[in-house]
């Protein structure tokens, strides 16, 4: 079935260095993808989304491309910041095999040190 | 307008005691999803329903159950609990099944089984 990976955590990062988290997908139809934080005591924040191959999802300086050949969504960041310090998890959604449900992988947490 | 709002936000239940979780979406929305992240994991997709008809059920016991409302909000109901069922519920409102228009998550309920 649909199944998503993502490096393991925790991720330590002193700031304004470069993030990426990796993410990994394994899907039989045509899924978007997503990326959603989750910062402490919180639900899940939409960060970005890319519904077809090749496109480039970004906010908050924020970047992640839907690579169909490497099945691949890996999110990038610049220059992170202290409050960028969250749990980051990368999703699918395949409407043609799973209906209108999400699945994600198990997350990363990021901390950002001063 | 208000977001996703979940009850109560936190509860303390019992083994083999029963619990009902609260969910009202976006005004205007009319799909709700349920999904369980234990500690340290992602999400896991419980139900969805659209138009108080179930459109998907994930990979749990039928101690789970739920239900929507005319209103569109919903509930979701545990049966006799089990220290596993420990983790954070959280519910998703899109204006439709497929959610191709986003989700919307509230903060969550913090069910703690002892």
């Known amino acids: 079935g649909d199944s998503v990976t993502q490096m393991e955590g925790p991720v330590t990062l002193s700031e304004e260095a470069f993030l990426t988290i990796n993410c990994t997908y394994t899907a039989t139809g045509y899924p978007s993808l997503f990326w959603y934080v989750q910062y402490p005591g919180e639900g899940l924040q939409l960060l970005l989304k890319?519904?077809?191959?090749?496109d480039k999802g970004s906010n908050k300086g924020f970047e992640a491309t839907y690579r169909k050949e490497t099945t691949s969504f890996h999110l990038e960041k610049g220059s992170v910041q202290v409050s960028d310090s969250a749990v980051y998890f990368c999703?699918?959604?395949?409407?043609?095999?799973?209906?209108?449900?999400?699945?994600f992988g198990q997350g990363t947490e990021l901390s950002v040190k001063p | 307008d208000a977001g996703v709002t979940q009850s109560p936000t936190h509860l303390i239940k019992t083994r083999g005691q029963q619990v009902t979780l609260r969910c009202s979406p976006i005004s205007g929305h009319k799909s709700v999803s349920w999904y369980q992240q234990v500690l340290g994991q992602g999400p896991q997709f419980i139900f969805q329903?659209?138009?108080?008809?179930?459109?998907g059920r994930g990979n749990f016991p039928d101690r789970f159950s739920a239900r929507q409302f005319p209103n569109y909000s919903s509930e979701l109901n545990v049966n006799a609990l089990l220290l596993g069922d420990s983790a954070l519920y959280l519910c998703?409102?899109?204006?439709?099944?497929?959610?191709?228009?986003?989700?919307?998550f509230g903060s969550g309920t913090r069910l703690t089984v002892v």
């Open positions: 890319a519904t077809k191959a090749d």
């Open positions: 329903y659209y138009e108080k008809e179930e459109r």
């Open positions: 998703a409102s899109s204006l439709d099944a497929t959610g191709g228009y986003g989700y919307t």
């Open positions: 999703a699918l959604r395949d409407p043609y095999n799973q209906g209108g449900k999400l699945i």
